[in-house]
């Protein structure tokens, strides 16, 4: 596990006065440690054996809090659900429109282009952005493979 951005984390918790309990803390973990962009479902599948007391609802109310932290974001699932990725280091999503599949796309200016977004949307709109995620979609390697055949 990344210990530097699990306590980067707890300390954005901490300063907004959130209670760190157990099950918040191994929801994090598992986020930060696993890049698959789970959904509520995927977590509690993932972690019910080792910790019985942790029920969907906890899932659910922690990743409602952590995102308003602005912690991880969601993201649309191709099934109409939400999916969760942790945010501790900004960027982009590429989505293939044929199986859903969601990579990261690490990118060195990213805050640049953040806040680039938010200054063009508020001067044209008036609209004051609060937090943006930015998305490309196309069609991954494999399925890039598949449709060629």
Known sequence: MHNETYQKALDTLRESKIRITPQRQIILKYLINNDNHPSVDTI???????????????????????????IIIELPAEDGGIRYDFFGNPHFHAICENCGKILDVEYPDYKSLEQSLSKTTEEQTGFKVRQSHVEVYGLCKECQAKLSK
């Not at 993932?46 to 109310?61: D, G, P, Q």
């Open 44 to 70: 509690y599948e993932s972690l019910k054996k080792e910790f019985s007391n942790l029920s969907v609802a906890t899932i659910y109310n922690s990743l409602q809090l952590f995102e308003k932290l602005g």
